[in-house]
């Protein structure tokens, strides 16, 4: 068995805000134990490699049940202060995939441009990624996104996208998140940056 994902990390000297994240792993044979769940562990190690600001993760791992992921996810923003949530399968096209439909539910603005932007980038590596229904959405001030649940995946596309994320929890009241530029670059406009220490 692997060792355990990292739960927290970051550095003491970042310019960044401590940051509280959500990982949400959603599949059925996954929570009843009938294999181990690689899609969370992979979104925690990215975590650990190109996050900066001080950050601590929760992490769950839940059935394709609609009711039981909008209940995670708000939970996981209204109880446990995570500004962005970061979900794990249950995207595609087949009957117990509802992952898009409980982060609409309890999303208050859709951020459909996530979506588009993962579904582009695995087009060059697959052509049934226009299978994927991945999402994302702003719930208060933090961010809820659907990943694909395959590590390769996962890697593949949210180290692409995830340039655009601290600026947009910047921009919905959230924390300032740094990154550590050599993994991902994040952008932000120059009057949005703050100075470094």
Request: hydrophobic letters at 35%; glycine letters at 10%; a negative charge.
């Amino acid at each position: 068995m692997a060792s355990p994902p990292p739960i927290s990390g970051g550095s003491e000297t970042s310019i960044g805000d401590a940051a509280r994240f959500g990982v949400l792993t959603i599949s059925d044979r996954a929570s009843t134990g009938v294999y181990e769940d690689l899609g969370g562990p992979a979104i925690l190690e990215f975590f650990a490699q190109a996050i900066d600001s001080k950050w601590e993760a929760v992490y769950k791992v839940i059935p394709d049940e609609q009711a039981v992921i909008e209940a995670s996810i708000i939970d996981m923003v209204d109880k446990e202060g995570c500004c962005l949530v970061v979900t794990t399968g249950g995207t595609g096209p087949s009957p117990r995939d509802v992952t898009p439909e409980a982060t609409e539910a309890v999303c208050e603005k859709m951020m459909p441009g996530y979506g588009e932007q993962m579904r582009a980038i695995s087009l060059k590596y697959v052509p049934t990624a226009v299978l994927s229904r991945q999402t994302a959405g702003i719930r208060g001030k933090s961010l809820v996104i659907n990943l694909p649940g395959k590590p390769k995946s996962i890697r593949e596309t949210f180290d692409d996208v995830f340039k655009s994320i601290p600026y947009c929890i910047q921009l919905t009241g959230g924390p300032y998140i740094e990154t550590k530029t050599e993994v991902v670059d994040a952008f932000r406009p120059p009057n949005d940056r703050r100075a470094p220490k």
